[in-house]
């Protein structure tokens, strides 16, 4: 992991095996490159993800995506001390230029004002939802994809 990302941070070490224990997730090779508490951003090498272009594979962008939002949800319930699962229910994603690089995925929260009341409809009903918006840019910073998803969380236990 980057210096940026303590070692001993439980939640990001939670999270990294969570990504290592599903085989369709390890493939991909990536890694968690930052979290700041707000944005995640995870990164994949171009080479295990190209296509018959010798672009970055659709799919690839779109899960890296996915899974980076996840991902952010999932730390940032962890870090508030919430055990819940996590899973996408929606997903609505747009392919705006060919990436010719590796891949480097960043989630936020859509709103961010939204985490307290969804931390609050969590503990009081065991279920709540939230969009988190994500994208991949290309060198220059322009997008190549991005996305809004909504995910659900549910309280185990």
């Not at 992991?1 to 369709?24: C, K, N, R, T, W």
């Not at 952010?72 to 996408?88: C, E, M, N, P, Y």
């Not at 991949?136 to 190549?144: I, K, R, S």
Request: aromatic share 6%; proline share 4%; charged share 20%.
């Amino acid at each position: 992991m980057p210096s940026s990302i303590a070692p001993e941070d439980a939640a990001l070490a939670l999270l990294e095996g969570h990504f290592q224990a599903m085989p369709p997730v390890a493939a991909l090779q990536m890694r968690i490159e930052d979290f700041d508490g707000r944005c995640l951003a995870l990164a994949a090498p171009l080479a295990a993800h190209v296509n018959d272009k010798g672009c970055a594979f659709g799919g690839s962008l779109a899960s890296l995506m996915t899974l980076a939002a996840w991902g952010l949800v999932t730390l940032r319930l962890a870090r508030a001390g919430l055990a819940a699962d996590v899973f996408v229910a929606d997903s609505q994603v747009r392919f705006h230029a060919p990436l010719f690089a590796d891949l480097r995925a960043r989630a936020s929260l859509a709103d961010e004002t939204e985490w307290d009341g969804f931390l609050l409809r969590l503990r009081e009903r065991g279920r709540a939802g939230l969009h988190v918006d994500a994208d991949v840019t290309l060198p220059d910073g322009a997008l190549a994809t991005s996305g809004r998803l909504r995910y659900v969380a549910v309280a185990k236990g």
